[in-house]
C-alpha cells in the first residue's frame, strides 16, 4: 500500500469505525470451536467429541497428530454390531491415546479419561470439559452466526433501516447492569419508519443469538432465522440447558473508536520491530525506523 493509501484507511478507521467483527481467536487454535458448538446444541455429542478429536491439519505436536489419527481408526478391525467388542475398542482406545496427548490439550485429555472408563457415553464425556471450555464451544456458535449476520447487514448499506435495533438502554456494572457482557440492563427497541433519520448507523446492535433476544424487524432479522434453519437450531436449542442455556446479548454492528492516533513508519525487514516492547525497555534497545533502503511501509494505531 502507498502511504496515500494507508492514511486514507486510518482516516476512515478514525471518523467512520470498523465492523465490530469477533476476531479468529473466538474460534480456537483450529479455529472449530463453533462446529462443536453446533453439535451439542442439536445434542449430537458423538460428533462433538469426533470434532474436537479430529485430526488437526496445523497441529504441531507430532504425538497429538498420532493420538487423533489413532483415535479416528478406534473401530477399524470391529465387529460393529457387538456391543461388548465396540466398547472395548473403544476403551483400549482412549487409554492409549491419553498417552500422547500434552498439556495443552485439555479437552481432549478430559474426554479420553472419561471415555476410557465409560466409553461410548458421549454426552457424559463432553460434560468432563471445564465449564468455561464448554462455554466457550457455545459462544462461538454466537460469535459465526453474528458475523454472518454482520457481513449482512453491513451489504445493506451503512444507513439506519426500519426495523433495525437500537439499544436504548444499557447500564453498567454499578447501576446494576451486566456491563458489556450479558443482557441485564439492556434494553432495545426497533426503529419505525418515522425515527430512522433519529440514528446513525453506529447505533445499531444486532443480537448474540438466545432464548431472550429480539430479533431486527427486517431482512437481517430474516437472515438470521435462515442462519438458524440452515445450521438446524432453534430458539428452543439454546435454552434448557442448565449452566449452558444461551440467553444472549446485543453487539454494536459498527465501532467508532475514541481517541485514536496514527503514524506512518518505513521500514525494510518484515520481522524488525516497530514499537518498543516491555522487554526492549528493560535491555535498554530502541526501535530504530530511521533506514533510507526500506520497501515495506506500515501504519501503527494507537
Known sequence: LTEKSLESCAKCFKEEGFINYFGMQRFGKFHD???????????????????????????????????????????????????????????????????????????????????????????????????????????????????????????????????DLILFQHKTEEEGGSGTSGLKGKEVCVVSEEDVEKYNISDVVLPLIGSKIQFPKNSTGTFIRSLLEENKLTIQNLSNRGELSLGGDYRHLIVKPDDIDYKIVRYKEPTQPLIETDLMKINGNKVDLNCTDVDKENMLIG
Open 33 to 163: 470451536t463453533h462446529e462443536v458448538g453446533l453439535a451439542v446444541l442439536r445434542d449430537d455429542f458423538e460428533g462433538a467429541v469426533n470434532i474436537i478429536m479430529r485430526v488437526k491439519e496445523n497441529e504441531q505436536s507430532d504425538r497429538a497428530k498420532d493420538a487423533r489419527k489413532k483415535w479416528a481408526r478406534r473401530f477399524e478391525g470391529t465387529d460393529m454390531s457387538n456391543e461388548k467388542e465396540v466398547l472395548n475398542s473403544e476403551r483400549n482406545i482412549a487409554k492409549s491415546v491419553i498417552k500422547n496427548l500434552g498439556r495443552f490439550n485439555n479437552s481432549e485429555v478430559s474426554l479420553m479419561e472419561s471415555l476410557s472408563r465409560n466409553p461410548r457415553q458421549y454426552k457424559q464425556a463432553f460434560n468432563r470439559i471445564s465449564r468455561n471450555m464448554k462455554l466457550m464451544f457455545l459462544h462461538s456458535v454466537q460469535s459465526y452466526i453474528w458475523n454472518k449476520a454482520a457481513s449482512h447487514r453491513i451489504g445493506l448499506g451503512l444507513e439506519v433501516q426500519a426495523g
